[in-house]
C-alpha cells in the first residue's frame, strides 16, 4: 500500500511512469516531476481512466477518497466520465470508441 512518505520519495525518471496505489489508484510521474492521481476502472467492459488532480494539492486520502466515490457511482451503474459530459465537456476523461475494432474491420 503507498504511503505519503514513499510519494514524496519518488523521483522523475526520462519516461512518465505509474506506481500503484489500490483498487486501481496510481499516482502518474512525470519527467518533469509532477505527480498526478490517476484512477482507472472498467466500465462494460471498457478501460477507462479519470484524472483525479495533483499531489499535493490532492492528498492521498482524499485521492483514495474520490476513487471509493467513482467506484461507489459504478455500483450503482453510472459512469463518471459519462456523467460529466452531460453538463459540460471534461479534458480528463477518453471519448469512447464509435464502434469497436473488430465492427470496423469487418466492414
Same mark, same amino acid.
Given at each position: 500500500? &503507498?504511503?505519503?512518505?514513499?510519494?514524496? =520519495?519518488?523521483?522523475? @525518471?526520462?519516461?512518465?511512469? +505509474?506506481?500503484?496505489?489500490?483498487?486501481? #489508484?496510481? %499516482? &502518474?510521474? /512525470?519527467?518533469?516531476?509532477? &505527480? #498526478?492521481?490517476?484512477? +482507472?476502472?472498467?466500465?462494460?467492459?471498457?478501460?477507462? +481512466?479519470?484524472? %483525479?488532480?495533483?499531489?499535493?494539492?490532492?492528498? #492521498? $486520502? /482524499?485521492?483514495? &477518497?474520490?476513487?471509493?466515490?467513482?467506484? =461507489? +457511482? %459504478?455500483?450503482?451503474?453510472?459512469?463518471?466520465?459519462? $456523467?460529466?459530459? =452531460?453538463? @459540460?465537456?471534461?479534458?480528463?476523461?477518453?471519448?469512447? @470508441?464509435?464502434?469497436?475494432? $473488430?465492427?470496423?474491420?469487418?466492414?
Amino acid at each position: 500500500m &503507498l504511503s505519503t512518505s514513499q510519494i514524496r =520519495a519518488l523521483l522523475p @525518471r526520462a519516461k512518465p511512469y +505509474k506506481v500503484a496505489g489500490s483498487k486501481g #489508484l496510481f %499516482l &502518474l510521474v /512525470q519527467p518533469s516531476g509532477s &505527480l #498526478l492521481w490517476r484512477a +482507472k476502472y472498467r466500465y462494460h467492459g471498457v478501460e477507462r +481512466k479519470i484524472a %483525479l488532480g495533483r499531489f499535493p494539492e490532492v492528498s #492521498l $486520502h /482524499q485521492a483514495r &477518497l474520490k476513487r471509493d466515490e467513482i467506484r =461507489a +457511482k %459504478l455500483a450503482d451503474d453510472i459512469d463518471e466520465c459519462d $456523467h460529466g459530459r =452531460a453538463g @459540460r465537456s471534461r479534458g480528463h476523461c477518453p471519448s469512447p @470508441r464509435r464502434t469497436p475494432a $473488430h465492427i470496423r474491420s469487418a466492414r
